[in-house]
């Protein structure tokens, strides 16, 4: 809930794809407060709808759409489609339910250009979990690699990518930065641990770090995922703890976390790819390289986008959902079957 990211992309949907700029447009000061102080009492967003929040949602993702096309002179009937994921509020897949704030109707109007949103949607409607859904990009982006590789995603939530030619296999590994976030802003009024600086110059308590990695979630078989509160409960165990051994804690109980992965996919990767907000921590990315004993690199050493990955991805996806093809896959998100998805609104 830190901004908007908005990128542009060339792509047929399928293996053509040529990446475009990207930009984080930060939310309003005033919107992302509600939007925080929603989350306390995210259980209501599965029996009432709040329209007023939707709509102020929908008019920051169509106005930053608007600024990033007029901020890199891009020609607005150049564009085919905005592919619009929304903002998360509760995502509950075992009981079949979503919910991501976006209406594409208001979306498609303020910006006069289709929209394609609901992405997740008809995947969780067929008993799949909605998500993640950039395996599929991940696999375009990657099809010249030789395998296998895993792309870790760092963002409130962690999730990997494992390819190596035709398997493809996703899942959420646990959490990513949410905790620490939540952490930093609780105890000194901060959006996050910079750099995990504060981590740096903390010690984990392996006791609390034990009691984290008990979850039942990490036994569980992919597919599977998360919300972004899932762990909540579980860390008022760091309560206790000073400020820099909380940070370490949850900072080395992503970096477990992540390393867990590794008991659901065939064999260790030999190279990994990390994009998300969570790669410019370093404690986390030294953590990772040391427990994994392999090269860990932020996607910009293939020439990627990371603070772009997820707006490329959706604008990937919303190609794909205008020519009905899968967005998610059985090893991916445990749906039956391949599964399109996504609703296109166009301008009134």
């Not at 293996?15 to 929603?38: I, M, N």
């Not at 329209?51 to 150049?78: C, K, M, N, Q, Y």
């Not at 690699?145 to 494992?162: E, Q, R």
Request: net charge negative.
């Amino acid at each position: 809930m830190d901004g908007i990211d908005v990128a542009a992309l060339t792509t047929d949907g399928l293996d053509h794809v040529v990446l475009g700029p990207s930009a984080t447009f930060d939310y309003p000061e005033t919107l992302r407060s509600d939007l925080l102080a929603h989350l306390a009492e995210a259980g209501r967003f599965e029996t009432e709808s709040f329209p007023e929040l939707e709509a102020a949602v929908t008019e920051a993702h169509a106005d930053a759409a608007l600024r990033f096309i007029h901020s890199f002179g891009i020609v607005r009937d150049d564009v085919a489609v905005i592919g619009m994921h929304g903002q998360t509020m509760l995502h509950r897949p075992e009981r079949r339910f979503t919910c991501q704030l976006g209406n594409g109707q208001q979306a498609a109007n303020r910006t006069g250009l289709p929209v394609v949103c609901r992405f997740r949607h008809a995947d969780v409607a067929a008993g799949g979990q909605g998500a993640p859904l950039v395996p599929v990009f991940h696999r375009a982006l990657a099809a010249q690699m030789k395998g296998p590789i895993m792309v870790l995603n760092l963002g409130g939530v962690a999730n990997v990518t494992y390819i190596d030619g035709d398997t493809l296999i996703a899942f959420d590994t646990g959490p990513a930065s949410a905790l620490i976030d939540d952490f930093m802003r609780r105890r000194r009024g901060v959006a996050m641990d910079r750099g995990g600086e504060l981590a740096a110059a903390g010690q984990a308590d392996q006791k609390v770090l034990g009691a984290l990695l008990s979850h039942s979630y990490f036994a569980r078989k992919p597919p599977k995922s998360l919300d972004r509160n899932d762990f909540h409960t579980w860390s008022s165990a760091i309560d206790g703890l000073s400020d820099a051994d909380g940070a370490a804690t949850l900072t080395r109980f992503t970096v477990e976390s992540v390393t867990a992965a590794l008991r659901h996919v065939p064999c260790a990767p030999r190279r990994w790819l990390v994009t998300g907000g969570g790669r410019h921590n370093c404690a986390i990315m030294v953590g990772l390289e040391q427990a994994l004993a392999v090269t860990v690199d932020p996607v910009e050493a293939v020439g990627w986008d990371g603070n772009g990955m997820e707006a490329h991805c959706f604008g990937y996806l919303a190609v794909r959902s205008l020519r009905g093809q899968p967005l998610s896959f059985p090893g991916t998100t445990g749906v039956p079957r391949p599964m399109p998805g996504g609703e296109l609104f166009r301008p009134a």
